[in-house]
């Protein structure tokens, strides 16, 4: 009898909860302040980085930059104090383990606890898998997947403490269903995925309401980062590469909102369902009819263009 009366009372909860996210597509929520609170964002020298970096300096929170690139990381940090906060910015090779708790002691003792952590930076092998090397394998699940461990692991005990804090990682369409020849990108955004979401069952069960985590899924991005990728021409015209702006302008939506988790476009929830409740075959048949299983062969082949033009002119 206890069994069906919870049974019921699930079923409840289960019903208000799609009812409210569907209020909430017409009806969004008003955004939370982040006003003061202390954001660290990584790989805040890419283009995506950056534009999450100043967006978060307009709501008027306090920036800890990290990237590999001291150059590009300072640029963003240099843009980012215009708006008139407080920026400061270090140099991490977030595939180092101890590069990434040294800096983060370093951040708690030069700045403060860190409320907001944005898990950006992204890297990609850019080769098949037979034809590259290990390192570069390697540092694709390092910096994609392993340095959110190290980094959350840095820095939720202080959130955990207050019971405050927001967890968000950019992670990929990639990281919800797949496609050929980008098996390190896919493989860490699967991680990236399966990390966010345990973690936020954890602090659930820990009762941790006060620490709130996004997860946001993005198609392609026009950052460069997959130049030449392209699906069916026809296809193509409806689901263009995300322009970067507005791929960050809907993720700080849904931060703001303290969304669990955002798709960009929407219509990337139905490839992700499909791939759940269709068969693999069928799956297969709808990836050739789109481009989708051979999207990445152009990329891969700029990649390797580029690789050999290097290793040409370095010689």
């Known amino acids: 009898m206890l069994l069906i009366v919870e049974l019921l009372l699930m079923l409840i909860d289960v019903t208000y909860y799609i009812l409210r996210a569907v209020v909430r597509v017409v009806f969004h929520p008003r955004p939370k302040s982040v006003d003061g609170e202390l954001c660290l964002i990584t790989g805040a020298g890419g283009v995506l980085g950056r534009l999450f970096a100043l967006e978060f300096a307009k ?56 409320s907001i952590l944005v898990n950006n930076a992204g890297v990609v092998a850019g080769r098949r898998l037979l034809e590259c090397p290990d390192e570069l394998l390697e540092r694709t699940l390092l910096v994609n997947c392993h340095a959110l461990f190290w980094t959350t692991k840095a820095f939720l005990p202080q959130m955990k403490v207050r019971n405050h ?120 048949v709808v990836y050739r009819f789109m481009g989708g299983d051979k999207c990445m062969l152009p990329f891969i082949k700029n990649a390797e263009t580029k690789t050999s033009c290097g290793e040409s002119q370095a010689s």
């Open 165 to 284: 804090g927001h967890i968000v990682t950019v992670a990929s369409a990639l990281g919800l269903f797949t496609t050929a020849c980008v098996e390190d990108y896919c493989a860490s955004k699967f991680g990236a995925v399966g990390f966010h979401e345990s973690l936020a069952h954890e602090l659930r069960v820990e009762n941790n309401d006060g620490i709130k985590t996004t997860l946001v899924c993005p198609y392609i991005v026009d950052t460069g980062m997959f130049s030449g990728c392209e699906i069916r021409k026809e296809i193509r015209k409806l689901i263009p590469p995300l322009e970067p702006l507005y791929t960050v302008q809907r993720s700080m939506k849904a931060i703001l909102a303290d969304q669990e988790m955002i798709c960009i476009p929407r219509i990337i929830y139905v490839p992700f369902i499909a791939r759940a409740l269709l068969p693999w075959e069928a799956n297969v």
């Open 59 to 114: 709501e008027g929170a306090r920036l800890v930059l990290w990237d590999c690139d001291t150059v590009a990381n300072e640029r963003t940090a240099q843009m980012a104090r215009k708006q008139g906060v407080e920026v400061r910015a270090y140099t991490v090779d977030l595939s180092k383990r101890q590069s990434v708790y040294d800096a983060a002691e370093k951040v708690r003792a030069e700045v403060g606890d860190v």
